[in-house]
């Protein structure tokens, strides 16, 4: 067929490829490089952000640790130093035991004084470390007491006085005289010269050989020893 050679010619080949622009098919290394750029620097800023408040709470927890042992030192030391303050103030500690220079006897603590003072100033001397001059209302305490004043020659105060009301004898805690251990005689109530013209308005105990009755009213501004109780 006349000019069929030449549009065999013009027509193209099966073999023929459609050519693509090379900008159009290669990948963009560079957008997914600054893509992974960019994420690496989001997770390491999150990190950061992470580590710094880790850090921060690490802190925090440390201080509220050292707050909290600053605070239970301090009460310890309080409570060492109440317990302290109140054995001063108190000889008798609440286990029975008493301090050097006091003697435990059923339950209290006794303390026999080697000075010798009036006996409002016994009293009050006994009140100043928490305790008050004896007072004795059982045997079993008279029969004690007896038994150590019989090693001594001294006089001891104990906390009975008539000095309110004549004849009328009361403890240091106000409570009224019941169980008497008054020697034979006592009490008399003697007056003597110059100052002792008021009467003895005081008890006191002392040595009395084969007898536990040995109360005897006493001029209260006379010097004498003391057993103070706690």
């Not at 500690?93 to 339950?107: A, I, P």
């Not at 007056?191 to 007898?211: A, L, P, Q, W, Y």
């Amino acid at each position: 067929m006349p000019g069929s050679e030449e549009i065999y010619q013009n027509m193209p080949s099966k073999a023929s490829k459609v050519k693509i622009p090379q900008e159009q098919w290669q990948p963009d290394h560079g957008k997914h490089h600054r893509n992974d750029q960019h994420s690496t620097s989001n997770y390491l800023e999150s990190q950061g952000r992470n580590h710094g408040c880790t850090h921060t709470n690490m802190l925090l927890l440390s201080l509220c640790v050292l707050l909290l042992c600053g605070i239970i030192v301090l009460g310890v030391l309080y409570a060492i130093q109440e317990k302290t303050l109140q054995q001063q103030n108190n000889p008798g500690s609440l286990t029975g035991q008493c301090f050097d220079g006091w003697e435990s006897f059923n339950g209290s603590c006794y303390y026999f004084s080697h000075d010798a003072l009036n006996w409002t100033a016994s009293r009050d001397e006994c009140r100043s470390v928490g305790g008050h001059l004896v007072i004795i209302d059982r045997k079993e305490t008279q029969i004690y007491f007896t038994q150590k004043i019989n090693k001594s020659e001294n006089y001891f105060w104990i906390g009975l006085t008539d000095s309110e009301k004549e004849g009328q004898w009361k403890w240091v805690d106000n409570t009224d005289l019941k169980l008497k251990f008054w020697h034979k005689g006592q009490p008399n109530n003697s007056k003597g010269f110059g100052n002792h013209t008021t009467g003895e308005d005081c008890g006191i105990v002392r040595h009395v050989t084969r007898s536990e009755h040995n109360w005897f009213d006493e001029y209260c501004g006379s010097l004498n020893n003391r057993i103070c109780e706690v």
